[in-house]
């Protein structure tokens, strides 16, 4: 008997059963039971007492009939949000009602401290929508309306070159989503349309930022992080030169040094013939391959190497004493590209690096010249 009460009463918290009125006042019963049971302790303590003890008990017993009446409001069908008792439909109304009260609160003290309303919604956004974690879509709309960002179909992720710069560019673009990602300020805007994005690079004009590529919702983190990989093998370059860099320009170089270690490898695996050479007789050979494999001939090499055909010829006899018949197996070649591509891709990497590392070398002498030496300039006239 107990058991099938118990069954019964879960069925209608449930929502999958009406609560009959006899359910009800059983309900209301047991909800008295454990108040007596909860209280008891507080007024056999109230009994005990001497000073007051007839007061004290008053007062449980106006406290055990207000509990009583909590309850009995509470038990009663439909007192809360106008659907019955135990709807599921009522459940989820009142968590978002809750939701909902808890962002106007916040928001409300956001104003006092001076922050745009919805911030911190903003922000518990963005989380959401850079964690591996799979969100619903019930919470990710819930959070959108708190932060006043609508969901678009697919963002790009933005990482600009200094931190100070993720509010610079927020207060431009309206749309923008910012946050914290792997310990840099980056932001996420709404890419509507993937293959339009002039808007985007007139509002980042005269900026260095690395953008990701557009993504879905839930892909987004991906977006984060090429565009932190785009942005640290591209230094940032002050001055006029600066500029956005798209990862979509860049896709064939940031598979080919997602993992320099394995780069490193395969140049290693398959150019070991050029070992022996001088560096000089092994660059000339590498560039002289490379312009072969992407032309597909001597002819088309020459041109791209501004040299005779039959210079391109002379070295592709060498070339095919080291490697042997292998030049001729498609694989082979496949493999001995992407050596050849991703060798030169790490060399431009660091030749980019050095040029800006002594870039700013010079513009830290130039901008903190020693105090003494103009006073030994202005003592000898000058």
Not at 110 to 130: D, K, M, S, Y
Not at 171 to 188: I, K, Q, S, T
Not at 196 to 213: C, Q, T, Y
């Amino acid at each position: 008997m107990l058991r099938q009460r118990v069954e019964e009463a879960l069925l209608t918290t449930l929502g999958y059963k009406e609560q009959s009125r006899e359910q009800t006042d059983d309900y209301q019963d047991l909800a008295e039971n454990q108040v007596e049971t909860e209280l008891a302790p507080e007024l056999e303590t109230a009994g005990r007492s001497t000073a007051g003890s007839r007061e004290a008990a008053h007062e449980c017993e106006i406290t055990h009939e207000g509990r009583r009446d909590d309850i009995r409001e509470e038990a009663r069908p439909g007192s809360r949000d106008g659907s019955r008792d135990g709807s599921r439909d009522g459940i989820r109304v009142t968590a978002r009602e809750r939701l909902r009260g808890n962002y106007r609160e916040e928001t409300e003290e956001e104003a006092v401290e001076g922050n745009r309303p919805g911030e911190r919604a903003r922000q518990e956004l963005f989380r959401t929508l850079t964690d591996d974690r799979v969100a619903s879509d019930s919470s990710l709309t819930e959070l959108a309306e708190a932060a006043g960002w609508p969901l678009p179909l697919a963002v790009r992720a933005i990482v600009p070159a200094t931190p100070g710069e993720a509010q610079q560019l927020a207060g431009v673009m309206e749309d923008a989503l910012v946050g914290m990602f792997a310990g840099r300020p980056c932001l996420l805007v709404p890419s509507p349309d993937p293959e339009v994005r002039v808007p985007l690079e007139h509002l980042l004009r005269g900026r260095f930022a690395a953008v990701g590529h557009a993504v879905p919702l839930r892909d987004t983190a991906s977006s984060l992080r090429w565009a932190l990989r785009l942005a640290a093998l591209t230094p940032s370059r002050p001055g006029l030169e600066a500029r956005a860099v798209f990862v979509d320009d860049h896709l064939s170089t940031l598979l080919l040094l997602q993992d320099e270690p394995l780069a490193h490898a395969l140049a290693a695996r398959w150019l070991r013939p050029l070992a022996d050479l001088t560096p000089r007789q092994s660059e000339r050979l590498e560039v002289t391959l490379l312009a072969w494999l992407e032309g597909g001939g001597a002819p088309e090499a020459a041109k791209a190497l501004s040299v005779h055909p039959q210079t391109v010829r002379y070295r592709m006899r060498q070339l095919e004493k080291l490697f042997g018949t292998g030049l001729r197996d498609p694989r082979t070649r496949f493999e001995l590209e992407m050596a050849l591509r991703s060798r030169r891709l790490m060399a431009q990497v660091r030749r980019q690096h050095s040029r800006v590392t002594r870039r700013t070398a010079r513009v830290i002498q130039a901008d903190f010249t020693p105090l003494v030496v103009g006073r030994m300039a202005r003592v000898n006239g000058l």
